[in-house]
């Protein structure tokens, strides 16, 4: 015999036996043997060749295999049916049913389609604070093999997701500046203020713990700055910062410490009136920031995040002066 001809023995077999077996499931009891599919949606089954065929209707049996198939019994529209299962991860069990999907939950049933059944996977998977990609609902090949992999074997740290992130923070804000190289004064001025910020996540798939990140953040304070050479200058300045950078998880544990780096570009607006004149100006900033955080998980998906960070922006002109702004701050965000 052929070595060609044996090694695809061999795979057949090997096939047989392992793949393609057929088999049911009675009673919690798993039988293997053979399996044919009948018109009327029941099925025949033998244990052995010899044996007489024994007919099985939906709600006779739990589950059978059929050509590395598996199907359940289930109730749908009060009807007891046999139907492919492409997807099971305790609670949660997909089905295929007609040119829609079923979702199993526990003991309810709901027919839903590919985008219905995106949320309740995000819900439901094991993939604790992670979601899902949506991707893997791209075609029906991905349902039938990426949803049931992703789901059965799923580790938060292999699968590619994205993050957004609402926050709420306190700064403290130094402003210094001069008005310049033909005079001595100079200005400083301390400030604390609110800030609300919008970001989102991406993460480089290998490695997986690192993560480009991108923060749309607004300030705003007003107050007064003192100068050298003239009297105190009152100033109302709005910033609109956003720090792209990167984020690395350094204890991937429940509770994720990370540390982030970015190089900031801002549009300031700064308006400043001494009493006798008033004057307002703007203009693009450019900086580095550099930040240390906390993430806790809340339910499955969401989470609360901590975070310290520091802020170093370069002077840039606005109107006869060379403004520069520094900030510490803290806040604390929502993410899902």
Request: net charge positive; hydrophobic share 35%.
């Amino acid at each position: 015999m052929k070595k060609s001809q044996l090694s695809f023995i061999i795979f057949f077999l090997l096939c047989q036996t392992t793949y393609c077996q057929d088999y049911i499931v009675k009673d919690s009891t798993y039988t293997s043997g053979t399996v044919k599919l009948l018109s009327d949606g029941s099925i025949t089954f033998k244990k052995l060749k010899k044996d007489l065929p024994i007919t099985y209707l939906p709600g006779e049996i739990k589950e059978f295999g059929f050509e590395g198939k598996v199907f359940e019994s289930i109730v749908t529209n009060s009807q007891i049916k046999f139907s492919e299962r492409i997807a099971n991860a305790r609670p949660l069990k997909v089905f295929v049913y007609q040119s829609q999907l079923l979702l199993k939950v526990y003991d309810s049933i709901k027919i839903v389609d590919k985008n219905e059944l995106l949320n309740q996977v995000q819900k439901y998977s094991v993939c604790d604070t992670y979601k899902l990609p949506k991707k893997i609902l791209s075609n029906n090949k991905s349902i039938d093999y990426n949803l049931t992999k992703l789901i059965k074997v799923c580790k938060p740290h292999k699968l590619l997701f994205n993050r957004t992130l609402f926050s709420l923070g306190i700064n403290q804000i130094d402003i210094k500046g001069d008005g310049g190289l033909l005079t001595t004064e100079r200005l400083s001025g301390q400030f604390t203020s609110p800030s609300l910020g919008l970001g989102k996540e991406f993460p480089f798939y290998k490695p997986s713990n690192l993560f480009l990140t991108a923060d749309l953040n607004f300030n705003l304070l007003s107050g007064k700055v003192n100068s050298t050479n003239n009297p105190a200058k009152k100033i109302t300045a709005h910033y609109i910062i956003l720090p792209i950078g990167l984020k690395w998880i350094i204890a991937d544990y429940t509770v994720k410490t990370y540390l982030k780096g970015a190089v900031v570009a801002s549009y300031s607006s700064i308006s400043a009136d001494t009493g006798v004149t008033s004057s307002s100006s703007s203009s693009l900033q450019f900086g580095l920031t550099s930040a240390i955080g906390i993430q806790i998980p809340i339910q499955k998906i969401n989470g609360i995040q901590l975070e310290l960070k520091f802020i170093d922006l370069a002077k840039t002109s606005f109107q006869e002066y060379e403004l520069g702004m520094t900030s510490n701050s803290f806040s604390i965000g929502y993410c899902f």
